[in-house]
């Protein structure tokens, strides 16, 4: 692992192409040339508001498009947009994350399922907010890719600040959505203080009549796409613990390690609900296990200063709780879309993300906002986090 960092540092400061050492016979040799530093240079640069600070609110599992033949349906989709339209001139987030599920894909039609991401991105292009999405199993359906949805949402979002992974590292075309988002102390600075870091976890069923199930882990490839990446990050603009880079990371589905965390909890130290017990399908890789080490091992050994990692997926879950392993914080979405199952005590909201700085040794705060503007779950994800 080393011998391949020092290969990749002298590969950016030479300018030669110097290929990646792969994994395993058989896996992809990329090199160096692939990882763009400036992958949003026609969009407007993030930056930290001038009083050093930057919110993020997070939607997940918005569920949209649910039996669209009953009047239910429709009316979810409806109550979802209402909540959105509620929340954000509510909290004023400088970015939004839409963290996965976005679609119940197996129940809209195939012919017009892309057009429910018009409806979802609406109240973001009103309130002319950026963001970004993951994407869950339920976006990868017969009806429904995350390829797809995508695409239509670079078409009709110009804030949206999504985009593909390289083919090498998509999943075989079913994980796509894995890439990072710069945010800047100031507009004029040449090297971010701040990465956001967006998975995907694939999971769901491949499109068309001969469905077929699909991993449900972000695939192994993508280690080797962190390693390279903080590499190039690294040697163009230093590395993240001696410059000062923060981190925090997105992915619809967590971790399988997670599933270890919730039997320690503790309501005063680890506040938020706690109503999903996890078991099988509620993780990654819960039928291949270990799978998704690959993917989580080179997240925590490569990308320093990583504040936490965020995941939705489980509806009935808000709690964050430090994952001892690899001494990292993980932390559950709150189900903001009316869509999917949920049960009347649970209710609808968002997580929020503050920093309060763009010096990473000063923690975000986080909490749970729910849908009337009640807030609980308060903690800073800072090295004294539980």
């Known amino acids: 692992m080393m011998l391949s960092l020092l290969l990749a540092l002298y590969a950016v400061q030479s300018g030669l192409a110097v290929p990646h050492p792969a994994s395993a016979p058989g896996a992809p040799r990329q090199t160096l040339d692939e990882i763009d530093l400036n992958p949003y240079a026609q969009k407007p640069r993030l930056t930290f508001r001038e009083d050093g600070t930057f919110k993020i609110t997070v939607f997940s599992d918005i569920h949209f498009g649910e039996n669209p033949w009953d009047d239910w349906g429709p009316q979810h989709d409806a109550n979802s947009l209402a909540l959105m339209n509620t929340v954000l001139p509510s909290e004023n987030p400088d970015y939004v994350v839409l963290n996965g599920d976005l679609i ?41 890719t995350h390829a797809e949805e995508i695409t239509r949402e670079m078409q009709v979002a110009p804030l949206s600040y999504t985009r593909f992974a390289p083919s090498w590292a998509d999943g075989q075309g079913y994980g796509p959505g894995t ?83 919730q039997q320690n909890l503790n309501s005063n130290q680890d506040p938020g609900l706690n109503a999903d017990k996890l078991g099988k399908g509620s993780t ?27 995941s939705g997926h489980d509806h009935g879950n808000e709690w964050c709780k430090r994952e001892p392993s690899k001494n990292v914080i993980f932390c559950f979405d709150k189900h903001a879309g009316y869509g999917g199952y949920s049960s009347p005590a649970w209710g609808y909201g968002v997580r929020n993300i503050v920093f309060k700085s763009p010096n990473p040794s000063i923690g975000p705060e986080t909490w749970i906002r729910m849908e009337a503007g009640d807030t609980h779950a308060r903690i800073i994800l800072n090295s004294s986090y539980n």
């Not at 399922?113 to 950026?130: A, Q, R, Y």
């Not at 590395?239 to 967590?254: E, N, Q, T, W």
């Open 104 to 144: 119940t894909g197996e129940n809209t039609f195939r012919e017009n399922s892309t057009k429910l991401i018009d409806e979802i991105v609406g109240p973001l292009n009103k309130f002319k907010i950026p963001f970004s999405s993951t994407h869950g199993n339920h976006d990868n359906e017969p009806n429904i």
């Open 179 to 261: 890439y990072w988002v710069p945010v800047y102390t100031k507009v004029s600075d040449l090297k971010p203080s701040l990465i956001l870091w967006f998975f995907d976890s694939r999971g769901g069923f491949s499109e068309g009549a001969n469905s077929k199930p699909l991993p449900d882990f972000v695939d192994e490839a993508v280690a080797q796409w962190i390693e390279l990446t903080v590499a190039k990050m690294d040697a163009a603009w230093g590395p993240a613990d001696k410059v000062g880079r923060g981190s925090l990371a997105f992915v619809h589905i967590p971790p399988h390690v997670v599933e270890g965390l």
């Open 284 to 310: 990654q890789a819960t039928g291949d296990a270990g799978k998704d080490m690959a993917f989580y091992n080179a997240l925590n050994d490569h990308v320093l200063n990583l504040h936490a990692i965020i």
